[in-house]
């Protein structure tokens, strides 16, 4: 079984451009959320999805936005890049919530 | 604010010894617990966990302890091998389904042979 799957895996974008990262859980989750690494740091909680639905929301700003779809892929978007937006972003999926995650190898975002 | 605290950035062992790594939370509220191991270029990947209604989990070489008093955790390797090298993330939740787990932020364990 294929496990969860982010593209790109490397991006390289100028500030006060968007970015649309994309992610698709493991067959049979339901519950898809995106973390924000910093180098040095541990992953930051952005956005939690059940069935389509937003759980939950992190303190991130309004430009940061995510939506799930039908077959529970889901996607993030940032508006309005800043240099700080410079991370690795993580998708994980679960059954239902955070009983278990499971990560995907990530999306490398640079911002210059 | 940093409710999931991994006070140690780096730790080096010798192969075959017991790694422990450290972990502390702030957040009583918090009842659930997991370790996570992430090598370069991938994801965390999931390791153990444990639940407040228990102070002890073991699989096979790595046991996770709690304390719930000190609101603090444990992570034993033993015996400690080459290919445990990696980051470990400690991370906490409020319940099984709450949407946000909060995590530490790492201890690059290095097992030199």
């Known amino acids: 079984d294929a496990g969860v799957t982010q593209s790109p895996t490397h991006l390289i974008k100028t500030r006060g451009q968007h970015v649309t990262l994309r992610c698709s859980p493991i067959?049979?989750?339901?519950?898809v959320s995106w973390y924000q690494q910093v180098l040095g740091q541990g992953p930051q909680f952005i956005f939690q999805?059940?069935?389509?639905?937003?759980?939950g929301r992190g303190n991130f700003p309004d430009r940061f936005s995510a939506r799930q779809f039908p077959n529970y892929s889901s996607e993030l978007n940032v508006n309005a890049l800043l240099l700080g937006d410079s991370a690795l972003y993580l998708c994980a999926s679960s059954l239902m919530g955070n009983e278990k995650l499971f990560f995907g190898s990530g999306t490398q975002l640079s911002v210059l | 604010d940093q409710q999931v605290k991994q006070n140690s950035p780096s730790l080096s062992v010798q192969e075959g010894r017991i790694s422990i790594l450290n972990c502390d939370y702030t957040?009583?509220?918090?009842?659930?617990f997991l370790w996570y191991k992430k090598y370069p270029a991938e994801g965390p990947t999931f390791l153990i966990s444990?639940?407040?209604?228990?102070d002890k989990n073991e699989d096979g070489r790595f046991t996770v302890f709690l304390n719930k008093s000190a609101k603090h955790l444990s992570l034993h390797i033993v015996p400690s091998q080459p290919g445990d090298s990696a980051v470990y993330f400690c991370a906490a939740s409020a319940t099984l389904n709450n949407n946000d787990m909060r995590f530490g932020a790492g201890t690059r364990l290095t097992v030199k042979p």
């Open positions: 067959s049979g989750h339901k519950s």
């Open positions: 444990i639940s407040s209604i228990k």
């Open positions: 957040n009583s509220m918090f009842d659930y």
């Open positions: 999805y059940y069935e389509k639905e937003e759980r």
